[in-house]
């Protein structure tokens, strides 16, 4: 089998290096080390050409007090909408202020926001709410998105939206500048500012949309904030946990489909079997182009029969980056004052 730059997670790096080299005449290039996160890795270069990447386990908390203490500038990015539904559904009951006022959603949001503050320590911040607007999405496939709730017939008990105006008036007290999408997804809107940024700032990206795996980079990270259990996800994460680098990310989607978004992937094509694929042909585009040299023969029928879906999936799926960007770098800068939830309730009226 030809290896071709495949990425192998190892336990000791140069024991399999010189293993490589013994066996299969592999030769080395120097060592590269990633002194942000503590990675390191070597290209292995064969006869055939083939190369291999081999790279350290780093321990994922380590690298995410690293990111903290680097020199760059930070700039944190946050799906409004995302943390405001985890933290309304996610709060053990419906809580009600002496004025008789729910503000569960608002107490969880607060109180996360001020908890990524402290984990990320941004020098920038911007949180991006999606905006009630037609989605240029519905234009591929009319199906996108279409088993979400519509929240316009859901009583305000049930409806997280109805704290947004005291969500929008919390974060003006905390000084984070937001914004709310008019044409266009945030997640689109994040990944220009990503693409913008990414060579002079570091990007944490706060939400649970595994799409902005696709935008992980050297500098760019995504925070999944789940309180202790927080979990930030760099290219190791990603290969450690799928077997595949970021770039590959939106092939991979593509294939197992996203039931979050109604996008259905490729019959028989789970997540192993998907990351299989993308390791041996490279890209999603390889694989349908090589489909007859898939060895499992319902796997070639079901991608032979699907390439019209599975590429209509990577249109939903590849996030935008040519999205204006409706603040510079300097109008996102911010000091985090220290203030403790109560303060910021009490400060916009709600104690």
């Given at each position: ?348 009226g709600l104690k």
């Amino acid at each position: 089998m030809k290896i071709d730059h495949i990425a192998m997670y190892v336990n000791d790096l140069e024991s399999t290096k010189q293993f490589f080299e013994r066996y299969f005449g592999a030769v080395a290039n120097n060592l590269y080390h990633n002194e942000k996160t503590g990675f390191c890795s070597y290209f292995l270069t064969f006869v055939d050409g083939a190369r291999l990447e081999i790279m350290n386990k780093p321990n994922l908390e380590d690298a995410a007090k690293t990111l903290q203490r680097t020199g760059y500038i930070h700039i944190a990015f946050s799906v409004g909408s995302n943390l405001l539904f985890q933290m309304f559904f996610g709060m053990p009951a419906r809580i009600v202020n002496s004025q008789g006022k729910a503000i569960q959603g608002t107490l969880g949001f607060v109180g996360a926001m001020r908890k990524i503050i402290r984990m990320v320590e941004p020098t920038h911040m911007l949180v991006i709410f999606d905006g009630e607007h037609e989605n240029s999405r519905c234009e591929i496939d009319a199906d996108y998105k279409a088993n979400r709730m519509d929240y316009s017939e859901v009583s305000e008990e049930e409806n997280p939206f109805s704290q947004l105006p005291d969500v929008y008036r919390a974060l003006a007290y905390l000084d984070i500048k937001y914004i709310e999408t008019t044409d266009c997804e945030a997640d689109d809107l994040i990944a220009s500012y990503a693409y913008s940024h990414q060579n002079d700032m570091s990007v944490v990206i706060s939400s649970f949309d595994s799409d902005f795996f696709q935008l992980i980079g050297e500098r760019v990270s995504v925070l999944r904030y789940r309180g202790e259990k927080t979990v930030i996800c760099t290219p190791q994460y990603l290969t450690e946990k799928f077997g595949i680098v970021p770039k590959q990310y939106a092939d991979f989607k593509s294939l197992v489909g996203d039931a979050a978004d109604n996008i259905k992937g490729a019959e028989k094509v789970g997540i192993k079997t998907a990351a299989s694929l993308l390791q041996i042909f490279g890209t999603l585009e390889h694989i349908i182009e090589n489909a007859e040299k898939i060895n499992k023969p319902s796997i070639k029928m079901s991608i032979m029969e699907n390439t019209d879906r599975i590429r209509k999936n990577y249109e939903l799926i590849k996030l935008k980056n040519n999205q204006p960007l409706p603040y510079d770098k300097c109008e996102l800068a911010f000091t985090n004052a220290g203030q403790t939830t109560t303060e910021v309730l009490r400060g916009i009226g709600l104690k």
